[in-house]
């Protein structure tokens, strides 16, 4: 039988069949020694062939089809080994919050380039706007302005007013998108407003640490009733990046990569060459000095110094 995965808690999968059919999986043992330098060779959203043991729900996953895509970040600091987060998405939702906790540009910046890395549409959620005091609001619209104008659909939400929900909703429905973001940024609290069915579990934040827990324990994929598939996922301290040339990072940015072909030099850096498109523009504001700051935080390995910072 061929079916989706659609939840992973170690050693167990759970695949779902097109009929609706759901077994708890093994992986065959052979797949561990085929050299993927992953945490998890099985990831939820994978398309997966499967046999029926013995037991009428327990079966063995024989084969993993061919990804379409995947997010995958680096599994710890010093690892050099990858976790894949979700496979097959349509789109990435990102959800973020300006405070309590507060989501860093840097985090935002490096889950995007992983993104445009597997060209993968991305989407911020900037959640908890009623809490938002008024010089955080006029913030919030400062850095909607600079996704929004660097091409990524933004949306301010909150799933305590209400406000914003629509579009969200409009946003997820028939597509499968991955929700991904720090703990306590809210994907479970907003998931359960549009589908109150699932009553995903939610849990207080650290008012002393401004941290959120984990809530969210495995990766799961659930339907939604006005159509469209989500995969929640444990909330993600840090992103680490993993395989990336230097020379493509700022491909993985939309407004460098619009003009970095009209540079001076065909292997330009953006950094210090004369005839840099990309320099003049961030000299004349069109691109954001924080993106263009956080392009330089990747393109010299120092991607996880900002969330120490932070």
Request: glycine share 8%; hydrophobic share 35%; net charge neutral.
């Amino acid at each position: 039988m061929t079916g989706v995965v659609t939840r992973t808690t170690g050693s167990w999968h759970t695949v779902t069949t097109s009929e609706g059919q759901v077994y708890q999986c093994k992986l065959k043992g052979h797949f561990r020694v085929r050299g993927i330098r992953t945490t998890n060779p099985v990831a939820v959203g994978d398309k997966v062939d499967l046999e029926v043991q013995g037991a009428q729900d327990i079966g063995v996953i024989t084969n993993i089809h061919p990804r379409e895509n995947y997010i995958i970040r680096r599994a710890t600091k010093l690892s050099k080994e990858s976790h894949i987060i979700a496979a097959n998405i349509d789109q990435l939702v990102i959800v973020v919050t300006l405070v309590f906790p507060r989501t860093s540009t840097g985090f935002i910046d490096r889950v995007l380039v992983t993104a445009e890395a597997y060209h993968i549409p991305s989407v911020l959620v900037f959640n908890k706007i009623d809490i938002y005091p008024e010089e955080m609001m006029e913030y919030l619209e400062e850095i909607l302005t600079v996704y929004r104008e660097a091409g990524y659909h933004c949306l301010p939400v909150s799933a305590v007013s209400g406000e914003g929900m629509a579009q969200f909703r409009s946003v997820l429905e028939n597509k499968t998108s991955l929700i991904a973001g720090h703990s306590g940024v809210g994907k479970s609290t907003l998931i359960n407003v549009l589908e109150p069915g699932l009553n995903l579990k939610i849990k207080e934040i650290s008012s002393y640490h401004l941290k959120g827990k984990h809530a969210t324990t495995f990766a799961g994929m659930f339907q939604l009733s006005f159509g469209g598939f989500i995969i929640d996922t444990p909330g993600i301290k840090e992103f680490g990046l993993i395989d990336f040339d230097r020379q493509e990072v700022a491909e993985r940015f939309p407004e460098m990569r619009e003009l970095m072909h009209q540079c001076h030099y065909n292997n330009c850096t953006h950094i210090h060459e004369p005839g840099c498109e990309v320099l003049k523009a961030v000299q004349s504001g069109k691109i954001a000095a924080s993106r263009y700051e956080n392009y330089l935080r990747i393109f010299y390995g120092r991607d996880w110094d900002e969330d120490k910072m932070n």
